[in-house]
């Protein structure tokens, strides 16, 4: 366990370097690369849902502070269908991940593809910055503007547009489900009265809002070493955990049937029971994806202090001036509206939503309706398994759909 601890974080070092270097060759981004505004032709339905026998329809959405998201609608299964006719769901990623999360398995794996063949309408999401989220109105991702923003603007500006979008598109209350970061920008949105008008109910997977004690070497070590705050001290507004040379390396490696590559995402997000090491290779053709370093610092600082905090800038008439008071407002979870259905699934191996975490979540929920929370706990699951894990269907996602249509 520890030369896989070793070697992840040496890897994660290296990671870091390309990422750097990346940025610094980013001069005429916008005009050499060919990920800015994916197409439809390269984009996630032509890539990875139509091939497997799917209807797909790519959508943007343009955020209020102007970052334009793509969202992909899956309108029903293999077996077809009409619009119009099933309940909408919509599918939220978690960090330095994008929409393909809910796609890296095969079909009768993938949440996302479950869904629409168990009679949703389904809707994935990709976050500002990634891939297929790279637009702006006026702003390009070679600009130090551009990535001006943390989870605040995501749980502020993002998940709201992506939620009208859908009720305007559908006419139809939705259900939502979360991973890991997926979950804190939804919970946050909800403590202050948002969205809950256009909720049915919201799934909650590794949810993550306290993170004082996470587990996780990677993490931790980064965060109380300052990392992220010193890679924005070098000019590196992107936070890149990918480069070519990094991904071809790693495959390579991951090859060998000597290693099991399994464990470069355990030493992160613990020891995951039920993933299949060629799940690595798909998810290192994916993923992960790009975030704003601001981001990281935010979610340290959160490690650090063990709060649920906006975003500290660390002087007192710079958070006045933003927030109107010296120190950075707190996001009250209990403000969860108590009827509001809440299906939350952690694991008992997870060293991201480590266990203690998730118990002082739900202690802060304790006032909530009885019979609109449901916590399931996997005590063999890690982070990962949530969305990749060979049996997440069976163990997840079947008792998802039964609460998802109590709730209808």
């Known amino acids: ?20 270097l990346a940025n610094r060759t980013y001069s005429s981004w916008n005009e050499t690369s060919t990920v800015v505004y994916a197409s439809n032709a390269d ?8 091939p497997r026998g799917y209807t797909c329809e790519e959508h943007k959405v343009t955020t209020k502070d102007g970052y334009i998201l793509s969202l992909q609608r899956i309108p029903f299964g293999r077996a077809g269908g009409k619009k119009g006719n099933r309940v909408p769901v919509l599918l939220q990623h978690g960090l330095l991940m994008d929409a393909i999360t809910w796609l890296l398995s095969p079909p009768d794996q993938s949440l996302a593809l479950v869904l629409a063949d168990n009679g949703f309408d389904v809707w994935l999401v990709s976050s500002r910055g990634t891939k297929y989220s790279r637009g702006h109105v006026s702003l390009k991702p070679d600009s130090e503007a551009y990535w001006d923003w943390t989870w605040d603007q995501l749980s502020a500006y993002d998940l709201p547009a992506s939620f009208q979008y859908v009720y305007g598109q559908t006419g139809q209350k939705l259900h939502y489900v979360g ?29 993550v809002a306290y993170v004082g004690q996470i587990t996780s070497p990677l993490g931790r070590t980064a965060a109380e070493n300052f990392l992220a705050e010193t890679l924005k001290w070098l000019g590196l507004h992107e936070f890149i955990p990918k480069g070519d040379a990094v991904t071809k390396l790693l495959k390579k490696i991951c090859t060998n049937p000597r290693i099991d ?21 798909i998810f290192l053709d994916h993923e992960p994806q ?29 958070n006045r001036r933003r927030y109107g008071q010296p120190t950075p407002p707190t996001y009250n979870i209990a403000n969860i509206p108590k009827n509001l259905p809440l299906f939350m699934s952690h694991g008992g191996a997870d060293s991201l939503s480590d266990v203690e975490d998730v118990k002082h979540l739900l202690r802060t929920l304790k006032d909530h309706d009885r019979n609109k929370i449901v916590v399931q706990f996997k005590g063999d699951y890690a982070h990962a398994d ?18 998802f249509k109590v709730n209808s």
């Open 290 to 318: 790009a975030s704003s370093t601001k981001n990281m610092i935010h979610i340290a600082q959160m490690i650090r202090e063990g709060t649920i905090r906006m975003y500290d800038y660390k002087d007192g008439g710079q």
């Open 1 to 20: 366990m520890a030369n896989s601890i070793v070697f992840t974080i040496t890897c994660f070092f290296i990671l870091l370097y390309s990422s750097a």
């Open 386 to 403: 949530f969305v990749m894990g060979v049996n997440a269907r069976q163990v997840v996602y079947e008792p998802l759909m039964a609460f």
């Open 179 to 207: 991973h890991s970061l997926g979950t804190l920008i939804a919970m946050t949105a909800f403590s202050k009265g948002e969205l809950v008008s256009m909720t049915r109910s919201a799934a909650l997977l590794s949810p």
């Open 43 to 50: 984009g996630i339905c032509s890539s990875m849902v139509q």
């Open 261 to 281: 590559c399994t464990n470069l995402l355990n030493s992160f997000t613990g020891k995951n029971c039920c993933l299949k090491p060629s799940i690595v290779d």
